[in-house]
């Protein structure tokens, strides 16, 4: 029995909930999982259709970490045979009894922006207090690890276990059509698919995308995505007159985002640091690369890992449009796009959940 305890779970959408709906799904394959999860709209026709069981806690915010730490640890205590607790983030141990992690193996995961905090703070002094509890603390990246290891985490605690994907995925033919009928006859086809946050550099994006447009002037670039900054990016889009260019897609289905990926040439997310605020891993690199869609990431945080810098696509400075511009034009050259592109399918595939959950399994 695997017991996962998170805060963030599908049917809510992001790439931390994707991220532990994959670990549970795959966890599957190697004894029965137990999750438990915030609740959240929808999330009963969702757990219905699971084969795990999910208990979902309800209330107060507050209140729902003391109430989920209650109910795990008489869970653990009923189940003989709990071979591990996962938790998605330092909050979803921080309430979990030090006898109940020392009983279990305990790993818990860290991702960048969520143990950013300055040194002797007291959510600092939270975090480190909590993540004593676990037995392996798993880092999505290098950049992650030696970030924790600044903030004081023991680096014999560290383990790099890079987030998986699944790699047999088919689209439909319907969905395919669809993103045929988006992209239309627009050429190149830019896409980016993320929460829209300053630190993902869309806005320095579209500045490049500007200069792209004197020598392609039928680009399409479809944003994928919702967030704080949606108004904003459009009215950028509206002042640089490239409305006839870009489309934002607030909500679209998971097999349409795949066909809008398989069609693009390009993926653009050259994330910047936000204050706290920085990008660990950047899990849709690897999606976009599965369908042969070279990537353009950032130089700040995590991206490195999922990205072969000349290889699978480039990574440049998010604040430098310039620099965008540059790797956009040199992945366009028809020779370089086409070599990338097979790249990048191969590297997305050494990725495959089926052999990332074996590390996991390694350190239970």
């Not at 490049?208 to 680009?219: C, D, T, W």
């Not at 985002?257 to 950047?282: R, V």
């Not at 991206?303 to 604040?319: M, N, P, R, V």
């Amino acid at each position: 029995m695997f017991v996962i305890t998170t805060r963030n779970f599908p049917p809510d959408i992001g790439g931390m909930q994707t991220l532990m709906g994959n670990i549970a799904s795959s966890l599957l394959e190697h004894g029965p999982v137990h999750v438990f999860a915030d609740a959240f709209d929808g999330d009963t026709n969702y757990d219905k259709k699971q084969k795990y069981t999910i208990e979902r806690i309800k209330g107060f915010k507050f209140l729902k970490k003391y109430r989920k730490a209650n109910q795990l640890e008489i869970f653990c205590s009923q189940q003989k045979k709990v071979k591990a607790i996962i938790a998605d983030h330092w909050k979803s141990l921080e309430k979990i009894s030090f006898n109940t992690c020392a009983n279990v193996s305990t790993l818990c995961l860290i991702h960048g922006k969520e143990i950013n905090h300055a040194k002797a703070s007291p959510t600092h002094t939270r975090m480190i207090q909590s993540l004593k509890k676990a037995k392996f603390i798993i880092a999505n990246s290098a950049f992650t690890k030696n970030l924790a290891i600044k903030k004081g985490i023991k680096a014999s605690q560290i383990k790099i276990i890079n987030p998986g994907i699944f790699t047999n995925i088919t689209v439909p033919k319907n969905s395919i059509k669809k993103a045929s009928s988006i992209f239309e006859n627009k050429s190149p086809k830019f896409i980016s698919v993320t929460r829209l946050e300053k630190r993902k550099g869309i806005h320095s994006v579209l500045l490049a995308l500007k200069n792209i447009q004197v020598l392609h002037p039928k680009f399409l670039y479809v944003i994928v995505g919702d967030g704080e900054e949606y108004n904003s990016l459009k009215n950028l889009t509206r002042n640089m007159d490239l409305t006839n260019n870009v489309i934002f897609l607030r909500s679209i289905d998971q097999d349409t985002k795949n066909a809008l990926l398989q069609k693009s040439d390009i993926f653009l997310m050259p994330s910047i640091e936000d204050g706290k605020s920085i990008e660990g891993f950047g899990i849709s690199f690897l999606e976009a690369s599965l369908f042969k869609t070279p990537c353009i990431g950032g130089i700040a945080g995590g991206a490195a890992d999922a990205i072969k810098d000349g290889k699978t696509g480039y990574l440049c400075d998010g604040t430098k449009h310039d620099e965008i511009y540059q790797s956009i034009l040199k992945i366009l050259d028809s020779k370089r796009l086409k070599k990338m592109s097979s790249e990048a399918e191969k590297f997305a595939k050494t990725f495959s959940w089926k052999e990332q959950i074996k590390k996991y399994l390694k350190l239970i």
